[in-house]
Nanobody
Framework: QVQLVESGGGLVQAGGSLRLSCAAS????????LAWFRQAPGKERYFVSG????????AYADSVKGRFTISRDNAKNTVYLQMNSLKPEDTAVYYC??????????????????WGQGTQVTVSS
């Protein structure tokens, strides 16, 4: 069992930056694909970005490409999401997720076995 705890959310003005962190409870998480999803009020939960267990492969949703950067530190069992040039449409609850299978970075919720509780990101215009 892996527990994921997100932090770093908050309120920021459009054009600003935030850095989200997600700490995993188990060392085995260092071998998992880790990802960020987000869910705006009344909408589905969508893939934002993912990183392979080694950090050598990353993936991004088109809507955040060039603005967000995902990274991980396996020594700390932590994944980060650096969010720059934030827009009001980035407002959502951001969730960290872990996929224990080896393979390509999944972009669908059902490919991830473990989830954090989420952290709110609000971007004001």
């Amino acid at each position: 069992q892996v527990q994921l705890v997100e932090s770093g959310g908050g309120l920021v003005q459009a054009g600003g930056s935030l850095r989200l962190s997600c700490a995993a409870s188990a060392r085995t998480a260092s071998r998992y694909t880790l990802a960020w999803f987000r869910q705006a009020p009344g909408k589905e939960r969508y893939f934002v970005s993912g990183v392979s267990w080694s950090g050598g492969s990353t993936a991004y949703a088109d809507s955040v490409k060039g603005r967000f950067t995902i990274s991980r530190d396996n020594a700390k069992n932590t994944v980060y999401l650096q969010m720059n040039s934030l827009k009001p449409e980035d407002t959502a609850v951001y969730y960290c997720a872990a996929d224990k299978s080896f393979g390509v970075i999944g972009r669908f919720r059902n490919q991830y076995e473990y989830w954090g509780q989420g952290t709110q990101v609000t971007v004001s215009s």
